[in-house]
């Protein structure tokens, strides 16, 4: 925390706040221009390499698209200790089946909780699932100042 920024959190309360998962928002850039596409979504973190892991449905009719390259930021918050905190990450999604991050992907998962939750209007057997991450080229993090600072 810096004395110039007070509700900045540093890494390492950022990554207490994180845990190694959550829920969140995940919004999406649209090639039209229209407003972003906004999902909630729950995620996994692993602070070993600041890895977002999403678990996407990804229907061929979906409303999100193709997802690889998207540009994307993932909102999460919260109250713990009754004080507000947010992340705000900024990035490109990537696919996690690509060869070339395959293993870094696997240890990733290994480190991380993400929760499965089923918010679909059909059987989970006919919904397909991906899975993607987003590593941020961009993080910020903010929590509510205390009364006084």
Known sequence: MS??????????????????GGTGVLSLSTASGESPYAVP????YDRSTGT????????????????????????TYGQPEDRWQSVV??????PTG?????????????????QYVDVFDRPLEAVSFEFYRLVPDRIGARRESRTGQ
């Open 89 to 94: 990450a900024e990035g490109r999604l990537e």
């Open 41 to 44: 979504v729950s995620y996994g």
């Open 3 to 20: 004395a110039d920024l007070p509700n900045e959190m540093d890494e390492d309360e950022r990554d207490a706040f994180l845990g190694a």
């Open 98 to 114: 690509e060869e070339s991050i395959a293993i870094e992907t696997l240890e990733g998962l290994g480190n991380v909780e993400l």
């Open 52 to 75: 977002f892991y999403f678990r996407l449905a990804t229907d061929a009719d979906g409303e999100k698209g193709e997802l690889d390259d998207r540009r994307a930021t993932f909102v």
